[in-house]
């Protein structure tokens, strides 16, 4: 019988369809360019094969392939209903991710690891910034990766791609020595590996030393494929880095070759969330001229989220809408609130109240934009993604501290982060609001 990469049996008489297949999970594993392909390979050599039908929808999916998706899952159903039990739920469990069903999908994967901890594609959709815990607007999901990683460990060992996520959420829990180390350990094993790669890059930032990640990262990209799903995003750490460093030219350059849209070619989600946050940090450092790249990123927004639904996608809206100035951002607030008075805005209010508070800072409003956002900050968590994404929001407070006057409580914030980790962009800050209170004096 033929088998997966993790000894699981494949309901497939086809050798061939099975090595497409373990291929493709490896390529999806690695956040490698190519699983798509892999996967339909896997299909033309056995067309009744199951799991590589609802793993080509998932990438169709990623891809906001919408209608590709649907048709690919519909068909995995009804060729699961001869293949294994823990295909089927493999499947219903993939479906239903596809399908906006995020909690069902959450509730069965737990269930299903349960019996198939060996199966690592279920696992990997509650893992990673985008994920869903990340995404299930719970307090703790960081908190609930490393314990399910760690529940685990025992089943994978000194498997690649295990030890990149096992690496990953210790990093985002706040054990960045260990996460490191282990996202280190991870790249040896496998190089071509841009998960572990992106691992490593949230160690580092973490840790204050985005000089080494920008090193890693400016000699590990040149052999990663640029249509893969993560290398835009990968670009934005190196951004990152050169805004760390004071060079808002070096970071805008990298915007333009990587990831500005309409020319990125990895998931809509991706492009249109980097690009926003790298052109709104950009702001923040003072960068002028950016209208023509905020035009783009609206119409890209226009073009991919159209209306309220993935939360994430929203919150980054309203940095563009407030940029550019735009008054649909009244128009997509109220879509949220809908979202919410019906249970289905899974960050609950906090979605509703950074979309205001940047809108008030948007506007000149400091005292309105600290009045709202600063309760806020305990539950950013709550929009999912990673660290280094959400701490955009915390920067737009400090600055509109720093704006409205009221230096002492942005130097208050700037402590704590120093304490956290070393930053040359929080050292300019807090002289800049020691310099103030000096003034005063």
């Known amino acids: 019988m033929n088998r997966d990469r993790y000894d699981l049996?494949?309901?497939?008489?086809?050798?061939?369809?099975?090595?497409?297949?373990?291929d493709g999970v490896d390529r999806v594993l690695s956040a490698w360019y190519g699983a798509g392909e892999a996967f339909d390979r896997a299909i033309d050599?056995?067309?009744?094969?199951?799991?590589?039908?609802?793993?080509?929808?998932?990438?169709?999916?990623?891809?906001?392939?919408?209608?590709?998706?649907?048709?690919?899952?519909?068909?995995a159903r009804q060729l699961a209903a001869t293949a294994s039990t823990r295909e089927r739920q493999h499947v219903e469990i993939m479906a239903a991710t596809i399908e906006g069903k995020p909690m069902e999908a959450l509730a069965g994967a737990e269930r299903h690891l349960e019996e198939f901890p060996r199966d690592a594609l279920v696992l990997s959709l509650l893992l990673g910034a985008f994920g869903l815990y990340a995404f299930s607007g719970r307090a703790d999901h960081d908190a609930a990766r490393l314990a399910i990683c760690e529940r685990n460990a025992g089943h994978y060992g000194e498997d690649?791609?295990?030890?990149?996520?096992?690496?990953?959420?210790?990093?985002?829990?706040?054990?960045?020595?260990t996460g490191r180390t282990l996202a280190e350990r991870a790249i040896s094993?496998?190089?071509?590996?841009?998960?572990?790669?992106?691992?490593?890059?949230?160690?580092?930032?973490?840790?204050?030393?985005?000089?080494?990640?920008?090193?890693?990262?400016s000699g590990w990209l040149p052999a990663h494929e640029r249509a893969s799903f993560l290398h835009g995003h990968l670009c934005w750490h190196v951004a990152l880095a050169?805004?760390?460093?004071?060079?808002?030219?070096?970071?805008?350059?990298?915007?333009?070759?990587?990831?500005?849209?309409?020319?990125?070619?990895?998931?809509?989600?991706?492009?249109?969330?980097?690009?926003?946050s790298l052109l709104w940090r950009l702001s923040l450092?003072?960068?002028?001229?950016?209208?023509?790249?905020?035009?783009?990123?609206?119409?890209?927004?226009?073009?991919?989220?159209?209306?309220?639904?993935?939360?994430?996608?929203?919150?980054?809206?309203?940095?563009?809408?407030?940029?550019?100035?735009?008054?649909?951002?009244?128009?997509?607030?109220?879509q949220l609130e809908a979202l919410e008075a019906d249970g289905r805005l899974a960050p609950g209010p906090t979605a509703i109240g950074l979309c205001r508070g940047i809108r008030a800072f948007a506007e000149g409003d400091n005292d309105n934009a600290i009045r709202i956002l600063e309760p806020l900050m305990p539950a950013v968590v709550r929009i999912g993604g990673s660290h280094a994404q959400r701490e955009l929001w915390e920067d737009t407070l400090i600055v509109a501290c720093l704006r409205g006057g009221h230096r002492d409580k942005a130097a208050r914030m700037i402590s704590d982060r120093l304490r956290r980790r070393p930053s040359a962009r929080d050292e300019a800050w807090s002289r800049e609001a020691r310099e103030h209170a000096e003034r005063r004096l």
């Open 160 to 177: 690649w791609w295990f030890l990149t996520y096992l690496g990953w959420s210790h990093t985002e829990a706040g054990n960045t020595r």
């Open 189 to 217: 094993l496998r190089a071509e590996n841009a998960n572990a790669a992106h691992g490593l890059s949230h160690a580092l930032f973490e840790q204050g030393d985005t000089a080494a990640g920008r090193r890693f990262l």
């Open 242 to 276: 050169a805004l760390e460093a004071g060079d808002s030219d070096g970071a805008l350059a990298i915007y333009q070759q990587h990831i500005r849209p309409p020319d990125s070619r990895y998931p809509p989600l991706n492009v249109f969330t980097d690009a926003a």
């Open 285 to 334: 450092a003072g960068k002028a001229g950016l209208e023509p790249h905020w035009r783009d990123v609206a119409a890209y927004g226009d073009r991919f989220f159209p209306r309220a639904g993935p939360h994430f996608a929203d919150v980054h809206h309203a940095l563009v809408a407030a940029a550019t100035g735009s008054d649909v951002l009244e128009t997509r607030v109220a």
């Open 9 to 22: 049996p494949l309901t497939t008489v086809s050798d061939s369809a099975a090595a497409f297949y373990r």
């Open 45 to 75: 050599e056995d067309p009744a094969f199951a799991l590589a039908h609802i793993a080509r929808a998932r990438i169709h999916q990623m891809n906001m392939e919408v209608t590709e998706a649907r048709a690919r899952t519909v068909r």
